[in-house]
């Protein structure tokens, strides 16, 4: 893909959603998943997290049970202290961070956490997975705010897009 992916790929990312959408349940699962890997490392090659750091501005992980209990070890705090000083419960039962942009983002973009941080934080913006193509929505959501799931997209709309 060219250079002028990524220029003004928020606004695209918005009318392109349907295309997405369309392209998501079309395409065969195993050609997206054998197209990811390249698409996943070009997309990180292209986009510099630490300038963007959207994602902890925009969105909580899910902070699992494992999660709260090394980060709260590792912070010398119990964790019932970590719940109530960082978390709240979501809609759906998840503990996610009260504040936005999270509390553990740095204002030059790092984590403060990230040895410790979450698994969904490791692993986001998933677009080396089949979370991409499992979860649909989240994945159209991600596309809206990370630059690497808007490229990916774009990338398998060329590559598998009918």
């Not at 065969?28 to 510099?48: G, S, W």
């Not at 501005?57 to 070890?73: A, C, G, L, V």
């Not at 998840?94 to 403060?112: E, I, M, Q, R, W």
Request: glycine share 2%; net charge positive.
């Amino acid at each position: 893909m060219n250079e002028q992916v990524l220029v003004n790929w928020q606004k695209k990312s918005a009318e392109r959603q349907k295309i997405y959408q369309r392209l998501l349940n079309r395409a065969d699962k195993n050609d997206v998943l054998k197209t990811l890997p390249d698409l996943h490392e070009e997309a990180f090659e292209k986009v510099d997290c630490l300038s963007c750091a959207n994602c902890c501005k925009n969105y909580s992980p899910r902070f699992k049970t494992p999660d709260i209990k090394r980060i709260s070890k590792m912070m010398k705090m119990k964790e019932s202290v970590f719940i109530e000083t960082y978390l709240n419960l979501d809609e759906d039962g998840d503990y996610v961070v009260k504040t936005k942009p999270c509390p553990f983002l740095g204002a030059d973009n790092y984590c403060s956490i990230y040895e410790d941080r979450p698994s969904d934080c490791r692993r986001f913006p998933y677009t080396d997975e089949d979370v991409i193509v499992k979860r649909q929505k989240l994945t159209l959501k991600n596309s809206e705010f990370c630059p690497i799931v808007y490229y990916v997209l774009e990338g398998l709309n060329d590559k598998l897009g009918r």
